[in-house]
């Protein structure tokens, strides 16, 4: 018996490394990536502040929820590189595995201010992220980020950051 799809995930602070673990995680077999920031960028190309962005995301959300749920029920797992970062936007998620019968997996990235920072501007300085951000707007998304907790019930992976590198995760 094959086993079942499983939508994975993310959680963390801007630039704490969920996009790079998202496309590790999208190499196994019959998963896909779907990517947030890749779609709002193409969908809405004069977005100019979080706050925009903010705006539009539960547009996008709305469109692609039952996508989502189709692929896991049609066996293929989804590595979904949007910020799980707000107890309203896990569940969210929630939704679409459970109305799918799907496993799930929540990769939580526990990465400090200033590590995520230091990322920022290195990402910012290469260019080839969709979008840039500055220490205000980093730090406006973090007043509203909100770590996981045990009452969620998620099948959660902690990935502890120490210094410029996440740990391996713990569970």
């Keep these: 018996m094959e086993a079942p799809s499983t939508l994975h995930l993310l959680c963390g602070k801007a630039a704490a490394g969920k996009s790079t673990l998202a496309a590790r995680l999208a190499r196994a077999p019959a998963t896909v990536l779907i ?6 960028a193409r969908l809405y190309p004069d ?5 925009d962005h903010l705006r539009t995301v539960p547009r996008l959300r709305d469109a692609m929820d039952g996508h989502i749920a189709d692929l896991l029920r049609a066996g293929v797992s989804v590595v979904l ?3 799980a970062n707000t107890k309203a936007t896990r569940r969210w998620m929630r939704g679409i595995f459970e109305s799918a019968g799907a496993e799930h997996r929540l990769h939580y990235l526990e990465a400090p201010n200033e590590v995520c ?25 973090t007043r509203v980020f909100e770590p996981p907790t045990a009452e969620e019930g998620f099948v959660l992976t902690v990935y502890p950051a ?10």
């Design 117 to 141: 920072l230091q990322r920022l501007h290195t990402r910012n300085a290469a260019g080839g992220h969709e979008y840039t951000l500055n220490p205000e707007e980093f730090e406006a998304l």
């Design 81 to 83: 590189d949007w910020p």
């Design 47 to 51: 977005l100019k502040t979080v706050d």
């Design 162 to 171: 120490h210094g410029a590198h996440c740990e391996p995760p713990r569970e």
């Design 35 to 40: 990517a947030q920031d890749r779609w709002m």
